[in-house]
């Protein structure tokens, strides 16, 4: 079973646009997944801008690779380092700690991913 950041079973994140490095609606991870997009977020239009400012347009359909852009609301698996520099910015996108992997503990601490928490 793979863990949450809550320590309880990994929840999906979104599967309308389908998220996940595996595509698969989840927040997981494994070989091949340098960026760890293990965050589950509601992602908003400020942090949009942000992640289009540091070279990762998340907005723009790409349809060859499948990928309808991204909108505000939407929820997405982000790269755990890309949250962390947004909230270092102040502007981290809301989470979903259920759909949150528990290896993104590693990276930011329990009490800010609970201060920028949705409910699922």
Not at 13 to 37: K, S, V
Not at 89 to 105: D, F
Not at 111 to 120: F, G, R, S, Y
Request: charged fraction near 20%; proline fraction near 7%; hydrophobic fraction near 40%.
């Amino acid at each position: 079973m793979v863990m949450n950041v809550l320590g309880s079973e990994l929840q999906a994140c979104c599967t309308d646009p389908m998220t996940g490095f595996y595509r698969d609606g989840y927040c997981r991870t494994g070989p091949g997944d340098f960026g760890l997009h293990t965050v589950c977020t509601r992602v908003t239009a400020e942090f949009l801008e942000f992640s289009r400012q540091r070279g990762n347009d998340l907005s723009t359909p790409v349809p060859e690779f499948g990928f309808p852009g991204l909108r505000a609301g939407d929820g997405w698996c982000v790269c755990v380092e890309r949250w962390r520099e947004a909230l270092d910015a102040g502007c981290a996108p809301p989470i979903v700690l259920e759909a949150c992997h528990v290896s993104v503990l590693e990276f930011v601490e329990m009490a800010q991913l609970k201060a920028h928490a949705v409910p699922a």
